[in-house]
């Protein structure tokens, strides 16, 4: 068989063609590297890979035969290409989109930032008040109620409750414009009411308004010096903040050390209420040694409620405070009901289930905190 | 299997003919050579992800390469493309004398283009240009920057092993050249290595610009 | 029915060309190689298999205590997904059925490089030594994800398990390859594309994922072992890198991956349908065309496992709407076998039986994997039972009950013997109703928040986990039983004549078991293999 008149496929690349193509490409490397001495921006890489393609098809072309050979094979070595390009631009639509803070690139956008864009924000006006109620209703109704009176879906598991906008006692801050501003801006520490400073400055605007104009008691005028406090220049016409819609991470590092909750490793010793009869045969004590180690972590020593909770299982911002285990609530009321409540936990509550415990041991619980009940 | 002399060549049963071999067994090659395409890709995708995110960076850091050994190494590896392509049309030519020429030509650029890489991840590893948790170098601040060279390392790494390989299989090659098994009638394993190493050439045409120029 | 007596019956054939071990393990023909494929998968299903009885019976909470710790119940679970992935679904059908079968049915006498096939199944091997000598030491408990972080800090042997699939992904690789140019190079003549057998069109499709995909999977593994070796960083935060990248890597092979284990499977339905309902197949383009299409769709969706996982909104959309339209090609595979059937004469053996396990169960696995595409659906389904379920139905739904298929299908062939009808559909029964005993308490299971990969659930979950361990009793008594009814066949069973079931397709045309080179002399195709005409409903069957 004639390797040289028969079919194409057995192609002997000739001499001066092989030193042609390989020519070619030392030169296209000088030029690739003399073009990248030069600053040409985003062309830089465009123009390299330009270069490098051509460089590639001419190896893959002649020196490889593509050029000479059945089709077939062409493609099959052209299509590996297409699903590359597939695996990265389908990772892009992933990688280059998430929006968090700590990924910048080009391709990100820029983070909403600057001040104000409206004249005096820090005046009601009806555009502000239905501008806010918008976005109460996107932010807020969860916890605060559609109408704000602190009646959420998620209020009911919160301690503190959200507020009450239509109440004028109780509020943590105090009613006055500037500091319904540091409220949105700053959340309340302790609570469940977090910081939005991530809204732009003209939205939180808005929603001050709008929870203002949910009350229509009086309200203390605020000072220069009281805008001044919560970084709002009045003499400036939008107020003068340019902040980033960003939480700066020291002050979030402040909000967020907050005390850990105590934690009791030890029984202590207890006096027992009157008329509380130990059971006999060492099992007296049971009840709280079982309250030590499961439950006295967050109802407190003597059940009396009021500790802080950060953290709760899968809750890594719980933000919670206890109540007290008094004789009113629902799950003292009985035995049975108690039984309930400590298998099951509480629907609606961050009051976890515990389903170790036996019939034996709820009783001596029972009987414990019972004991010791405080009002 | 085959005499360069008698010019026979006894190709395997279960194909109707020589040609057919040769045929199924370069397709064969085209298809291995696609995933290798899809290997080196994942890197190359990486690669692209990691440079979106961080462009500065890549910046900063890309200039704490050996531009000049990394064209050197380009046009090495260029010429040794050349000389298997000559390997080949040798061959294919029945010319056996320079078909050994330019097989031993092409291992020793081959072997150059080691030594080169050896050099510069020398002095990688002495500026503390290394990967990952490795990385102690000073001027470099950016706090990503071990990231570029992890990718600098793993691409550039992973080529060379194929340029071992490739070696391996050129030296192979060579010793059948030279026994005479090769010739206008049969030549399909100098032309299927020769794709093995055009391909190693072409993923270098790609990773040179892609770390050294602009990164 | 007169069978010839073994004295006629006797002729070289594939079986006794050459004898002594040595003659198997440096065999270069396909048949044996295909052979060794289905007992060496075989062996490793009944491995992952215990590992699946362990979990079962772990969560069947005898007197609510525990059998094993909860670090041992993670690698219980990593151990049988990894090798159920890894060395049994992906491999079975093209590993075992496909070598065998494929070169006889486009009548050639060997696939293009036999050598390689032969090199494929070592390197398998090699690869399941790996993953395998990782249990004797410290084990994986990564889960068969690998989700990074965990997979860097966790102190068991995870890099052997990866080694093992990295090498394991090569003999995945070398074989796509060899069927692909098989296919391509080999075809006897008359044998256009359009009379292609759909297996073939299958295996093809199927080839073409397995040499685009593993690759990535061999790099994604490679920089998991750097990662943790060097700490390279590509996914660590610290230094710039992304968990979640290698998600994005790891998932790029393995959607394809469940592809490669399901579109074979339909290979064999297609094959086995037609016949045993002695009508030609419906839809033969669609069906064809289908499998391309599944394999292409197969490429652009895998960011569906990776909705809760931090992923960008914009992913998660773009996904979830390429997800949906897998289920089209799918849907057309499945109505063309039900065309098929409508006004054929169906005959309920052994391969038919499972052919409509397969219709069932792959239909609900497949419908649950719409559910788990709707991304509202999705955020509260990850990670619970109702996944685990929707991928058992189709990979044990789909690609088991193809590979039991096509097993009692192709038996005859392989072995030139008969198993006992009677006994294969009392098998078939047991893992039918156990399979569905198993697994459908676990979508229920699912859909009221029981975890996946979690060693304990709530007491109100008990009753159904309960169920589910004995359905997992009747699957083990039923695939024990194929065993054994199977070993007998193949040593004893009744001589099995060229053409069982009255085929048309290549394989038939020629001896049971075949010779050393598949035909005595080389075919020329001459018509489309789905030829059945109404008058041609007898079978000689298996009486």
């Known amino acids: 068989m004639e390797p040289h008149t028969e079919k194409h496929h057995h192609h002997i690349l000739p001499t001066k063609v092989a030193l042609g193509i390989g020519g070619t490409l030392l030169f296209l490397t000088f030029v690739t590297v003399w073009i990248a001495g030069f600053d040409l921006g985003p062309l830089n890489f465009t123009v390299a890979m330009i270069v490098a393609t051509i460089k590639a098809l001419l190896v893959a072309l002649f020196f490889m035969n593509l050029y000479y050979d059945r089709k077939e094979n062409a493609v099959i070595f052209a299509a590996s290409f297409l699903f590359l390009i597939i695996f990265i631009v389908l990772t892009a639509t992933d990688l280059f989109f998430r929006g968090d803070v700590y990924v910048k690139g080009p391709l990100m956008a820029a983070a909403p930032s600057s001040g104000s864009k409206l004249k005096k924000p820090w005046i009601a006006t009806p555009e502000l008040v239905a501008k806010g109620k918008q976005l109460f209703q996107q932010q807020c109704v969860s916890c605060h109620g559609v109408e704000g009176k602190g009646d959420g879906p998620a209020a009911s598991a919160l301690n503190p409750r959200p507020r009450n906008f239509h109440v004028s006692e109780g509020w943590k801050n105090g009613r006055k414009v500037s500091m319904i501003f540091k409220t949105l801006k700053e959340g309340i520490p302790g609570s469940s009411m977090a910081s939005y400073a991530t809204l732009h400055i003209d939205d939180r605007w808005a929603l001050v308004h709008y929870v203002g104009s949910l009350n229509s008691d009086s309200v203390p005028v605020d000072s220069a010096d009281d805008f001044k406090k919560v970084g709002v220049d009045i003499t400036q016409e939008s107020g003068g903040a340019t902040e980033v819609a960003t939480i700066p991470l020291d002050f979030a590092m402040e909000r967020v050390a907050v005390e850990e909750p105590k934690v009791i490793t030890q029984a202590h010793e207890y006096t027992f209420a009157e008329g509380y009869v130990p059971r006999p045969e060492g099992t007296a004590g049971m009840g709280s040694q079982i309250y030590q180690v499961s439950c006295a972590q967050c109802h407190g020593d003597k059940a009396q409620g009021g500790v802080k909770v950060k953290k709760l299982g899968g809750f890594t911002h719980a933000y919670v405070t206890t109540l007290p285990l008094s004789s009113e609530r629902e799950g003292m009321k009985s035995q049975d009901a108690f039984n309930q409540v400590v298998i099951q936990g509480l629907p609606g509550h961050l009051m976890p289930g515990n389903g170790q415990l036996s019939s034996a041991e709820l009783r001596e619980l029972y009987q414990f905190i019972r004991s010791v009940n405080v009002k | 299997m085959s005499n360069l002399e008698t010019g026979v060549h006894h190709h395997a049963h279960h194909f109707a003919s020589a040609d057919d071999e040769f045929e199924a067994s370069k397709q064969g090659m085209w298809i291995f050579l696609v995933t290798e395409v899809l290997m080196f890709g994942g890197l190359f995708v990486a690669y692209g992800i990691f440079r979106g995110l961080y462009p500065e960076m890549f910046h900063a850091a890309h200039k704490f390469l050996a531009v000049k050994m990394g064209a050197l190494n380009t046009v090495v590896l260029i010429s040794s493309s050349l000389t298997m392509a000559l390997a080949v049309s040798s061959t294919q030519k029945g010319d056996r004398k320079k078909a050994v020429l330019f097989l031993i030509t092409t291992f020793v650029l081959a072997c150059c283009f080691l030594v080169v890489k050896y050099f510069e991840y020398s002095h990688k590893f002495h500026d503390g240009l290394l990967p990952g948790q490795f990385f102690h170098n000073e001027e470099l601040k950016d706090p990503k920057a071990p990231l570029f060279f992890s990718l600098y390392f793993m691409m550039t790494g992973l080529h060379g092993v194929h340029v071992l390989i490739g070696m391996g299989v050129i030296a192979w090659v060579l010793r059948r050249t030279v026994k005479g098994e090769f010739g206008p009638q049969f030549y399909t394993p100098v032309e299927l290595v020769g794709f093995y190493w055009h391909f190693v050439d072409l993923v270098w045409i790609y990773l040179f610009p892609l770390l050294y120029l602009v990164g | ?543």
């Open chain 3, 1 to 543: 029915m007169a069978y010839p007596s073994a004295a006629t019956h006797t002729g070289d054939n594939y079986l006794n060309h050459s004898k002594g071990l040595m003659s198997w393990l440096k065999t270069l023909d396909h048949k044996r190689i295909g052979l060794m494929y289905l007992f060496t998968v075989l062996a490793f299903f009944l491995i992952g298999g215990i590992f699946a009885l362990i979990i079962r019976l772990e969560l069947f909470k005898m007197g609510g205590s525990h059998l094993i710790d909860a670090n041992t119940y993670n690698k219980m679970f990593t151990y049988h997904g990894a090798i159920m992935v890894f060395l049994v679904i992906i491999p079975a059908i093209p590993g075992a059925l496909g070598n065998f079968i494929l070169p006889v049915l486009v009548g050639a006498k060997d696939v293009a490089f036999p050598r390689l096939n032969l090199a494929s199944y070592y390197i398998f091997v090699m690869g399941a030594i790996f993953a395998v000598a990782a249990l004797f030491l410290r084990g994986a408990d990564t889960g068969w994800t690998f989700y990074t972080p965990y997979s860097i800090r966790t102190n068991t042997t995870v890099i052997l398990v990866l080694t093992g699939a990295f090498i394991a992904g090569f003999s995945s690789i070398l074989t796509g390859l060899n069927f692909i140019v098989t296919v391509h190079k080999l075809r006897a003549p008359g044998l256009t594309w359009a009379r292609l057998p759909l297996f073939i069109w299958a295996i093809y499709a199927t080839s073409i994922i397995q040499v685009l995909a593993t690759p990535v999977l061999a790099i994604t593994l490679l920089l998991l072992i750097m990662e943790r070796v060097l700490g390279i960083g590509i996914f660590d935060p610290k230094l710039g890198g992304d968990p979640v990248l290698f998600q994005h890597f790891f998932w790029f092979y393995s959607h394809p991956a469940v592809y490669i284990m399901i579109l074979p499977a339909m290979g064999v339905i297609s094959e086995v349908i037609p016949v045993f309902s002695r009508k030609p197949i419906f839809g033969y383009k669609a069906i064809a065309y289908s499998s391309f299409g599944i394999a292409l769709i197969a490429f652009i969706v895998w960011g569906h496992h990776m909705f809760v996982s931090g992923q960008s909104e914009f992913a998660n959309f773009v996904f979830s709407l390429l997800t949906m339209f897998v289920a089209v090609p799918t849907g057309v595979k499945v109505f063309s076998w039900v065309g098929t059937m409508f006004k054929g004469s169906i005959h309920f053996n052994a391969p038919m039986l499972y052919a409509f396990g397969f219709l069932e169960l792959f239909m609900i696995g497949g419908l649950t994997g719409v559910f788990l595409a709707t991304l509202a659906i999705n955020v509260h389904m990850t990670d619970t039972y109702f996944v685990v379920a929707h991928f058992h139905y189709v990979m044990v739904g789909g690609t088991l009950m193809g590979l039991m298929a096509g097993i009692h299908y192709w038996f005859p062939k392989m072995f030139g013997r008969m198993y006992s009808e009677k006994a294969a559909q009392i098998a078939f029964w047991l893992i039918i109703i156990g399979f569905n005993v198993t697994f459908f308490p676990q979508f229920i299971l699912g859909a009221q928040g029981m975890p996946r990969r979690y060693w304990t659930y709530i007491p109100e979950f008990t009753t159904l986990n309960r169920i589910s361990t004995v359905g997992s009793w009747l699957i083990a008594a039923g695939f024990v039983y194929a065993a054994v009814y199977l070993y007998k066949g193949m040593k004893r069973g009744k001589l099995a004549p060229a053409n069982p079931w009255n085929g048309l397709t290549l394989e038939w045309q020629t001896p049971s078991p075949p010779p050393h080179e598949n035909f005595h002399e080389t075919p020329v195709v001459t018509s489309w293999p789905y030829d059945y005409l109404p008058e041609n409903t007898t079978m000689i069957g298996n009486s």
